[in-house]
């Protein structure tokens, strides 16, 4: 069984960052690649980063590539979003998840544990 713990949503303004984090516990960490999504209220899940276990390779949505950083500590049992330059568009609760063995997937439906979220607010 795996758990997942989001942390480090919060209020801020246009233009401001904020770092979240995602605790995990569970064999699952140590070998499969992990990922960020975020829902925005009337709106379907979407993909925002991704990252493998070996922390080579990285994937990121459109939306955010170039402003957002998806790390990971092994260590730890931890992966990170460092989001910067965030806009209102941005707002949303922010989810960690285990996606099934084989890589980074683009789909929630490929993913088997998640987070129950963090709030992220971005103001005008």
């Known amino acids: 069984q795996v758990q997942l713990v989001e942390s480090g949503g919060g209020l801020v303004h246009t233009g401001d960052s904020l770092r979240l984090s995602c605790a995990a516990s569970?064999?699952?960490?140590?070998?499969?690649?992990m990922a960020w999504f975020r829902q925005a209220p009337g709106k379907s899940r979407e993909f925002v980063a991704g990252?493998?276990?070996?922390?080579?390779?990285?994937d990121y949505g459109d939306s955010v590539k170039g402003r957002f950083s998806i790390s990971r500590d092994n260590a730890k049992n931890t992966v990170y979003l460092q989001m910067n330059s965030l806009k209102p568009e941005d707002t949303a609760v922010y989810y960690c998840?285990?996606?099934?063995?084989?890589?980074?997937?683009?789909?929630?439906?490929?993913?088997?544990?998640w987070g129950q979220g963090t709030q992220v607010t971005v103001s005008p």
């Open positions: 569970g064999r699952a960490f140590s070998t499969n690649a």
């Open positions: 990252i493998t276990y070996s922390g080579i390779t990285t």
């Open positions: 998840g285990v996606p099934k063995p084989g890589g980074i997937y683009l789909l929630p439906s490929q993913y088997d544990y």
